[in-house]
């Protein structure tokens, strides 16, 4: 055999061992195979051998840049000049990961978009499509001429906002709600998360976190119907007083304490659940930073303090600021079955609003203008809370 068709038997192994590793896409998540590792087995050690291709597989280890791979394409290249079948351009391809389209990467994982394909669905048929039907904002309309045939009205509707007096009302209950659920109810379940992450037996933790995780799954007939069985003018709580003796205690039905009252039902059923997030993100803090803090003197506040908070500091601001985007939303189903105990003055938010003037009055042009109205001043809230939390913490979510 000559020297000519031993290189050109040479270079046509190395191709070889080339296009296999092309074919991995040269993704830096990888490892390289274990054919081409350099373990003493007959595949391996037959090709990582050979100078060139323990040069592929040196730098695939040391994940030198595509740039450099391109370089060693060409250099086979060179080597295999007296083989018909190899040219510059092709091994230059060869090396270069393959990009494949995007409707063959999705057809490659055609099953995972199989599985979310109901929840895309669901999302655009309940949240984006009906996001057309906010024209009516602009117009007087009137279901049965439908909205192509109801006039125009411009920003009427919107005007009308101001000065509504129900409107004022419902206002001013959900941001006193809301401000009450930011003080208690947003600190809760990261007490209760600090609380389940300091007992030492496994066992007590998980039962507890079962316990605590039930109300969630609790609907809010059912919520409410358990608090009233509890705190209601017949309840068991005033069954106790007037056995010892004493007058009974109108909690449920007292449109005074309804804010502390609705507060304290929030923290109940979603306290448990918040708690996931932060239990996850505890999980993600260095074990050796509290024995070092140990070992320092530091008792368990400082530890608190110095480590732990700030450990999970991004998940605090990241919760707080989605919390702050939706803090014109408290909710719909809680008030709106305790709006008759204790009065609309009391339990009116605008959820509720929206639901009575739109549906049930018929003023669906209005209720479309609130809606769009509380949309805005969300996102504006999400914003302007993002930008305080990249000032002053250097933490945001964009």
Request: aromatic share 12%; no cysteine; hydrophobic share 50%.
């Amino acid at each position: 055999m000559s020297n000519r068709d031993a290189s050109g038997q040479h270079g046509a192994i190395v191709w070889e061992g080339a296009r296999y590793v092309t074919r991995l896409r040269f993704r830096m998540s990888h490892d390289i195979p274990s054919s081409l590792r350099y373990n003493g087995s007959q595949t391996g050690d037959s090709l990582t051998r050979m100078p060139r291709m323990r040069r592929l597989v040196r730098a695939w280890n040391s994940r030198r840049p595509v740039s450099r791979l391109r370089e060693k394409g060409e250099d086979v290249a060179r080597s295999t000049s007296g083989s018909a079948s190899l040219s510059p351009q092709a091994a230059n391809h060869a090396v270069t990961p393959r990009t494949s389209s995007v409707w063959r990467r999705m057809w490659s994982n055609r099953a995972v978009y199989l599985f979310i394909l109901p929840g895309f669905l669901w999302y655009v048929v309940f949240h984006y499509l009906p996001i057309l039907g906010n024209v009516i904002a602009w117009k007087d309309y009137n279901i049965f001429i439908g909205i192509q045939a109801s006039p125009w009205v411009g920003w009427e509707n919107f005007q009308a906002i101001f000065t509504d007096p129900e409107f004022e009302v419902a206002l001013r209950n959900t941001l006193i709600i809301e401000g009450l659920q930011l003080v208690f109810a947003f600190p809760a379940p990261l007490a209760l998360a600090l609380l389940l992450n300091s007992l030492i037996s496994e066992q007590v933790k998980r039962t507890i976190q079962s316990i605590v995780y039930l109300p969630h799954f609790l609907s809010w007939v059912i919520v409410i119907a358990v608090w009233q069985q509890l705190f209601g003018g017949d309840g068991f709580l005033n069954q106790i007083l007037l056995n010892q003796g004493f007058d009974r205690v109108n909690i449920m039905n007292n449109p005074d304490t309804f804010k502390l009252l609705a507060v304290m039902q929030s923290i109940w059923k979603d306290a448990g659940w918040g708690t996931i997030i932060f239990l996850a993100a505890l999980t993600k803090i260095d074990v050796h930073l509290y024995e070092a803090a140990a070992m320092d003197g530091a008792g368990g506040w400082r530890r608190l303090i110095n480590i732990t908070l700030p450990g999970i500091r991004s998940v605090i601001v990241l919760l707080l600021i989605l919390r702050l985007g939706s803090m014109l939303t408290v909710g719909f189903e809680q008030y709106f079955l305790q709006r008759g105990a204790v009065g609309a003055d009391a339990a009116e938010v605008l959820d509720t609003f929206i639901y009575f003037r739109g549906i049930v009055n018929g003023d669906w042009s209005f209720a479309a203008a609130v809606g769009i109205w509380r949309a805005i001043i969300g996102a504006l809230l999400i914003f302007g809370a993002n930008w305080l939390a990249k000032k002053f913490f250097d933490e945001g979510i964009f």
